[in-house]
């Protein structure tokens, strides 16, 4: 119903009516739509807050750095999050990464100059078990004005729409962060349990070759403007590096250092970071069809199959004992493809209509 009028960089973006529209009527109390760009967010967190008190904004989030004084404000309003920002993870190894997106990649063809280094610790377990464990999300999010979650999801998405059932409410979701939650605070985190792992996991990769006495486990973390690196970076990384080069955990053999990098342009940390497997770990989230969580799994598949896959590693085309229905193995694609849209399965794989018959000799 609209078209683009003017674009001024940094400052607006303006459309007016499209008088070609087929369904002008359905808009026809809006003559254009007119988009205010607010640059200084880019870098000052409070930017919003001060076009809000200037009554230049109908509504803003409250950051962090001014909390304390508006959380009681008469205006401040507790909201029902529709997203759960997280920690993306590269955890390939070097021959996942390659396979995905080497110079044949199936995902995408890099030359092999630009080949993104893994950090082989990334693909241990243990590792990963230790980061997550390592973050106190209660601390954390009361000093951002945030909700702390283990969740997948935020709390609007809904299994049961129609009875206002919440996804994070059903019994498989809570079966499936149980072993997430187990011996920590309620919210994944403990710093016993993160430090387990991470020994853990530095003597298996010492033992391995991956890694030798002396060397450093640098991670960087992909955020996606300023402010960002400004509100969360330092607690990430003092939350990672003392828990990893506590004595105790390798006798400092080996050190974790976490660093930071912003892209030029936000969507970058997108586009040209997270979706081609050029980076460690990525700040950012997805968002959509709170009505039909399952639909929104398929972000997780490693065939890319969405369009925007940003968690990286193993085939979830390859059947798993992790996942089991009615007595069945099945690959995390089967899975969801069943519940989606049904197919054709053999031996917990999705199978072409092709293999069927020939299976069945049809």
Known sequence: PYTLERWDTDQQIVFKKNELSTNKKQYQGWEGVHINILAASKSDPEAGLKEFLADKLTAC????????????????????????????????????????????????????????????????????????????????????????????????????????????????????????????????????????????????????????????????????????????????????????????????????????????????????KMMLGQYDIGFGGVSGNALNPLNFFEVLKSDNSSGFTLNWGPNTNEVSQDLIWEGQAWSFDALWQAAETGGFFIDGIKKTLHDAELIDGI
Not at 74 to 90: D, E, F, M, S
Not at 188 to 208: D, H, P, T, V, W
Request: charged share 25%; with cysteine.
């Open 61 to 272: 989030g409250i950051p962090s750095t001014r909390l304390d004084e508006f959380k009681n404000d008469p205006r401040a309003v507790q909201t029902v999050g529709a997203t759960t920002t997280k920690l993306n993870v590269n955890t390939c190894t070097a021959e996942e990464w390659e396979y995905l997106f080497g110079e044949n990649g199936v995902i995408m063809q890099t030359a092999k100059e630009e080949y993104w280094e893994v950090e082989p610790a990334l693909s241990n377990e243990q590792f990963i078990k230790g980061l997550s464990y390592a973050i106190n999300r209660v601390e954390f999010a009361a000093e951002k004005g945030r909700t702390p979650s283990v969740n997948y999801f935020g709390s609007a998405y809904m299994a049961d729409p129609e009875n206002g059932i919440g996804y994070n409410a059903s019994d498989a979701h809570k079966a499936a962060i149980a072993d997430l939650i187990e011996g920590t605070d309620g919210y994944g985190y403990s710093i016993e349990l993160a430090r387990a792992n991470f020994k853990a996991a530095a003597e298996a990769l010492l033992a391995s070759g991956a890694y030798k006495e002396g060397d450093v486990i640098k991670l960087e973390i992909t955020w996606q403007a300023v402010n960002n690196v400004t509100m969360y970076h330092g607690a990430i990384k003092n939350y990672w590096e003392t828990a990893f080069n506590h004595e105790s955990v390798c006798d400092n053999k080996l050190t974790l250092e976490v660093v930071d990098y912003v892209p030029a342009v936000w969507i970058d940390a997108y586009y040209k």
